[in-house]
């Protein structure tokens, strides 16, 4: 599949990697054409592996990944250009964290709405699927690096978008039972709002290496 | 030991009720001295249980839990009194959530602050200790009702009050290593937080049956 990843960071290059790894064609976008760290990232990932600006990778996906900081996703997004998001699915794992105030950060956006659903209702055609923001991007693309079971959220109003999402879990090994469905995108705001427990536990534990379970 | 309880729900019941079958001698307060439910639950618990004002049952504590709505958390513990909380534990079970607005509901307070916080700003003295609230009562009194491990956090600035609730943690059925330790009273915003995702689980497993774990 044709994905364009919004995002240059440890987030966007390591879920670009794990695609481009399963045999993807992964465009990585940016604010310019020819983004450093995203010309590295194809110098290691060889022929299927691209780069450009926002729009052209929102254009040359089929998926759009939005792996930019939360503050600045909506900016990204407006240069990635409505015409290339059209219709498409935008996987959005974006946190709308805001350490300008020092820390522990807080969220730009929050209780009354979320990030999630400002992209979707900024984009209406396109299909948002909230996931991945849960946890530190390693566990995101190698989920049996943990002991045992544990859980990924999913949210968004189109079945279908959440379906390929799903499909895309599966292949970088999460199992069926463990992608969570939490419903329409209005719950991204859950999602979102578990950013300052999630980063407790990792100032607890001193590492990002955990993830959420649910357990009945 | 004497256990002050403010709130006559079912969250106040429960933990009660749980208190009283341990061999505490509760008393649970509110606004009335004569609430018609505490009456009822007095009748059932036998010689231990005994109800009175939030000023009677926070007097009466060695320890109090505030089981209040979050919403009424600071009126009831104003009518409880200062000079009956001061030096003393409070267990901060409360959520601040906002149902006005209707579902899902918000939190009244957020982000930049938290209940606990408050609580804890407004009783210097007190050493609050937030824990309890990111799970259904029915759990809080009985974690062996689910399978396998779970976690409940607890946070707060004073380590000797977190040492007592955790024994009595451990008096309820949770293991030492199912205590997760937050910090400092801060994380109540992360504890607090999480309720809009907490819901949304509820949500989609028709159950409140459930509890988090951190899985490594």
Known sequence: MNIGILG??????????????LGHRVKMG??????????VW??????NASLGTFADAAKF???IINCTKGEVSLSALKLAGEDNLKGK???????????????????????????GEQ????????KVVKTFNTMSCLIMVNPRSLSGSHVIFQC??????????????????????????LGDITASRGCEMVLPLWLRIMGALKS???????VR
């Open 8 to 21: 240059t960071g440890m987030v966007g290059e390591t879920l670009g990697t794990k695609l481009d790894s």
């Open 30 to 39: 940016s604010r310019t054409a020819n983004n450093e760290k995203a010309a």
């Open 42 to 47: 194809v110098k290691k990932n060889g022929d």
């Open 61 to 63: 996906g089929e998926i």
């Open 89 to 115: 699915v935008i996987i959005d794992v974006s946190n709308p964290l805001d350490f300008s105030k020092g820390m522990p950060p807080t969220l730009t956006v929050s209780n009354t709405d979320s990030m």
């Open 119 to 126: 992209i979707q209702k900024n984009y209406p055609t396109a």
């Open 156 to 181: 968004g109003n189109d079945s279908g978008a959440k379906d390929k999402v799903r499909d895309l879990l599966k292949s970088f090994g999460w199992s069926d039972d463990e992608i969570f469905d």
């Open 208 to 214: 990002g290496a955990f993830n959420f379970n649910i």
